[in-house]
């Protein structure tokens, strides 16, 4: 995934208890859980190259 940057999230209570719950299901910290919904929903939406298409644009050592 490369470099992460933090930042501060507002987030209200009931969505806030649906990502704890759906994140204590699938064994991931909340944190982790917001990481992967966020790229899922950026894959899905065509916004985010896969690893195998970013490889053939940059192969190693260029």
Do not use: C, Y
């Not at 806030?16 to 894959?43: C, P, T, Y």
């Amino acid at each position: 995934m490369g470099e992460k940057k933090s930042f501060a999230l507002r987030i209200d209570a009931d969505t806030m208890k649906a990502i704890e719950k759906w994140a204590a299901d699938e064994f991931r910290s909340v944190n982790g859980q917001i990481e992967w919904m966020l790229h899922q929903s950026l894959r899905q939406a065509g916004r985010l190259k896969d690893k195998k298409e970013k490889d053939k644009t940059n192969p190693p050592g260029n």
